[in-house]
């Protein structure tokens, strides 16, 4: 009786090649696409949305904020700048050199939700934060639910009522007026 053995795939625990050049030139060979702005380096950037804004934040250490051009055309938004290699310390006495240095540009798609007309930007502890409102119209709205009648219907009922509130107290001034001493 023979039995049946699991075919594994032979290069399963392998890394690709890709992933091997990533490792020994660093990661900028794998970018793509938008990361991929022919620029030496590019900073590390988070994007999250709150319910009243969209918030992007940039680790820029080292990077004088006075030298930074933050711009946005056409819903594109654009943080330009630069890292300056310290020349404090000679050349030949660095060991290792990882960090990067040189010019630098990010650009991002913004949404027509957006008001661009009104973007704050901070900068504090080597993180740039831009905090982008929405326009009202993009702004989530609570709706209330109407239990047991229909909305249309509620909505009448609030109105009559409404209604009849107003004439009650007019006729309940009339009637304090009517019977003040020497209102005739």
């Known amino acids: 009786m023979r039995t049946m053995n699991r075919w594994e ?23 793509t696409g938008e990361e991929s702005n022919l ?13 009243n804004e969209l918030v992007v934040k940039a680790d820029l250490p080292d990077v ?42 990010r650009s991002f798609s913004l949404a027509n939700s957006v008001n661009s007309d009104a973007i704050k930007a901070d900068y504090h502890d080597g993180v740039l934060t831009l905090s ?23 909505a ?3 109105a009559i009522a409404a209604a009849a509130g107003s004439q009650s107290a007019s006729q309940q001034q009339q009637r304090t007026l009517a019977a003040a001493p020497g209102a005739r």
């Open 9 to 31: 795939q032979p290069f399963r625990g392998a890394s690709t090649l890709q992933e091997q050049i990533n490792r020994v030139f660093g990661d900028v060979v794998g970018r």
């Open 39 to 51: 620029t030496p380096w590019a900073p590390a950037v988070d994007i999250y949305e709150t319910e």
């Open 64 to 105: 004088n904020p006075q030298d930074l051009d933050i711009r946005v055309e056409n819903n594109i938004l654009t943080i330009r700048g630069e890292r300056k290699f310290e020349a404090k310390v000679h050349d030949d006495n660095y060991l290792r050199i990882e960090r990067s240095y040189g010019s630098f540009s």
């Open 132 to 154: 982008i409102p929405k326009t009202e119209e993009a702004k989530p709205k609570q709706i209330k639910v109407n239990v047991g009648t229909p909305a249309v219907a509620a």
């Open 156 to 158: 009448a009922t609030h």
